[in-house]
């Protein structure tokens, strides 16, 4: 059983910080493209950043436009574990965050590669 566990989300003023982090547990084989996604009241979950895999700190990232420059994604591999460092914030940052993964795992000695979500984690920017 694989599970995505985030946190560092809460309560920020704009222009302030947060860091948050998702760390992967489970029969992990091995973890490839990693990706924070959010989602807003009445709105739908778009793509914050992705990751793929890389090397030991992670290969290539993308951004949606409207954090490009404010956010930066990163990853561990030898802990399992994506972050993404959130500088600058709006209010219109608010939202639920989610961490997303494809992970290669194993069930029954079979291989599967599927595709994993975390519980959310709750980023609120308010003066």
């Known amino acids: 059983q694989v599970q995505l566990v985030e946190s560092g989300g809460g309560l920020v003023q704009p222009g302030g910080s947060l860091r948050l982090a998702c760390a992967v547990s489970?029969?992990?084989?091995?973890?490839?493209?990693m990706a924070w996604y959010r989602q807003a009241p009445g709105k739908e979950r778009e793509l914050v950043a992705g990751?793929?895999?890389?090397?030991?700190?992670?290969?290539?990232?993308n951004y949606a436009d409207s954090v490009k420059g404010r956010f930066t994604i990163s990853r561990d591999n030898a802990k399992n574990t994506v972050y993404l460092q959130m500088n600058s914030l709006k209010p219109e940052d608010t939202a639920a965050y989610y961490c997303?993964?494809?992970?290669?795992?194993?069930?029954?000695?079979?291989?599967?590669?599927?595709?994993?979500w975390g519980q959310g984690t709750q980023v609120t920017v308010s003066s």
């Open positions: 997303n993964a494809d992970i290669l795992t194993t069930v029954q000695d079979v291989m599967h590669l599927m595709n994993y």
């Open positions: 489970g029969s992990i084989v091995s973890i490839n493209t």
């Open positions: 990751i793929t895999r890389g090397g030991t700190r992670g290969g290539s990232t």
